[in-house]
Structure formats: C-alpha cells, structure tokens
C-alpha cells in the first residue's frame, strides 16, 4: 500500500456537505479523519462507502480537553471545517446550540489547530453573513449584516477565524458558499423537504408568498470549488461560491410540483418567517479568477436530488415525521 502522505480532518463530515467532501477525497494518498457529533442532522448512512476507510470519531467540538486530544493523535496537515448548527427555523426557536457549535465550537476547533500546528484550515462559512442584499451582488468586502440567529452565528465564527488570521498568522481561508443542494441533503432543508411532503402526499410549506430570492449551487460545484480554494486560494483571504442560478422560492416549488406531475394547490403558504431575508447574491469572480466554473444545471441536480429522495424514501419520512414535533412552532398555516 502506498504510504499516506497527509492527514485530512474533517468536522462535520456526518453531514450534508461535509460527507460528499470526504467522498471526494483520494483515500490512497490521504488519511481521511472525521469528527462529529452525530446531532439529528448528522448521519453515518452518508459515510456507508467510506466506512472501513475513514477514521471516525464520534466527539463534539464544544467539548475542548477531547477535540484537543483528536487533534495532537492524528496530527492533521488540513482541516476542513464543516461543524455547524444549520438550520434557520431551528435558530428562531432556539440559538442556545448555534452559538455552542458555530461559535464556542468554531474557537475550540481553532486552539486545537493552532495546538497542533496544522498547515492549512478552511472554514466554511455561508452568504447568509452578508444579510439581505436589496440589488446586485456583495463581494468578499462588503459589510457583515447577518440578520437570523443562525448567521449571525456563522458571522462570528468568521470573526473569530479573522482574528485568529490577524492574531496567530492562523493558515486560514474563509469560504462562503451560497444555497447547496443535493442528494442525502437533510429532508428539513426547503428542495428535499418539498420532494418527500409531495411523495408522501403533504403539501410543500412555503413562507409568505414564497417571493424570496435565493440562488442555487449543486453539491458537486460547491465540492470542486472547495478543494479548487483549498489548492489555490490565498491564506488570509475570504472566497465567496456563488451560482447563476437566482430565482425565488415559488419558482423553484413550482418547478418541483410539475416534475413530481403535481399542481400549486399542493402550495401550504405559512406565515413568513421573522426577519426573513429576501435575497441572497454573491459576487464570485474571486472564485472565478481560480479558474472555477459551474458545471452542473439547477435541473440536472433538482433530478438527482428526486432520484436520491425517491431511493431513500424511508429515512426521509423518516426524518421528516421527526420534524412534526416542532413544525406546528414554526410553520403557521394561512390556508
Ligand atoms: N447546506 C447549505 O446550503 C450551506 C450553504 C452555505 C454554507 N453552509 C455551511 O456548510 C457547513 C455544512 O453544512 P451542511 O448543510 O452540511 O449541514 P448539516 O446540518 O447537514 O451538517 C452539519 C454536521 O455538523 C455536525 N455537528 C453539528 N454540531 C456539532 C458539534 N457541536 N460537534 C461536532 N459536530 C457537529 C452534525 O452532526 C452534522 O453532521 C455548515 O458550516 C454550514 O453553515 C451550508
């Protein structure tokens, strides 16, 4: 066997986008380490491939002395940091867990970095940091102005990650990546929850009147600009992943309505969430400039997406019964 020539460790890899980055990685040249917690929206199903090749370790990064530990054993040359509360309605009802992971977290993951001398840290962030954006596109520069409980926490740890830049001559680079989708994407998330309430014949949910704008990004595309700024990205600086596909979230439940042949009466509109932020858009020439280009349609992946729903019917009822014990909290009917 041909030796191992860096040590790659995960946060967050049970999850959505941190597993398909694992999956991305040359497991002969690397060995590959994860950590994460396994909250309601981690999984090892999604690792059920990598699981006689990856180190794995069940551990919560707010828990400092044991992540520490992790990290002087397995000595890491990059992290990728993924760890993170995600979910907006969550946020609403509860931050106490999101400034736990995203941000205490977020610091701990950091000193132990910094104790174990790591090489390079990619910290992944979102664009929900820059708030709602009236026109245009924001560039890496422009102000933060988080608005949910759940950004305002990403925009922290951003702040912590600069200040370990500034501080410590920390390796660190911040990605920000736009609205991604995909297969094995939690069935709470507003495209794989819309697929399993229509093939288990209950209606989409849809805040206010669903004019919202938000843009698209398939996993496959976040994936390779993740590994492209990883590669060729500068330390220090920030690097927004953004997509050309922008539309409003009535368009885009409409569009799975008629692939799923079924009509806008199965629309629940719901009251809007607080403090909803419009719409989302980056500007990514910065990403551009590295020479990233988006390869995979909004369509193409909306079709995986349903395949994957389709083929993993179970666990996403599953997961999407779990959810009824808090929906009545969140989703305020108006029809
Ligand atoms: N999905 C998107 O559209 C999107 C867009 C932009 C940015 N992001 C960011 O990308 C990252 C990954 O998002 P995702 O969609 O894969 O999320 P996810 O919710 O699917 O996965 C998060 C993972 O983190 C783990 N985790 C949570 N708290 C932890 C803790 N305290 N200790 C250890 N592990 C913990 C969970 O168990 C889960 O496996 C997050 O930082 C998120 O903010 C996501």
Known sequence: MAPKTKTILITGGAGFIGSAFAKSLNIS????????????????????????????????????????????????????????ETHVDRSNLDIK?????????????????IKSNIKKFIHISTDEVYGSIAKGSVNERAALKPSNPYAITKALADQLVMLAININQFPAIIVRPVNTFGPWQYPEKFIPLAIIQLLDSKKVPLYGKGHQIRCWLSIEDCIEAIHLISKKGTLGEVYNIGSSYHQDNLSTAKTILKKLGKTQREILYVKDRLNHDFRYSVNYQKLKKLGWKQKHSFTKTLDDTIAWVTNQRPWCTKKRKELQNYWKDIYKSKN
């Not at 867990?97 to 970095?113: C, D, E, H, L, R």
């Open 29 to 84: 040249t690397n060995k590959i380490v994860i950590i994460d917690k396994l909250t309601y929206a981690g999984s090892l199903q999604r690792l059920e491939h990598l699981k006689k090749t990856v180190t794995f370790y069940k551990q919560d990064i707010c828990r400092y002395k044991s992540l520490e530990k992790i990290f002087l054993k397995e000595k890491p040359d990059i992290v990728y940091h993924f760890a993170a």
């Open 97 to 113: 867990p999101f400034t736990q992971s995203n941000v205490a977290g977020t610091q701990n993951v950091i000193q132990a970095s």
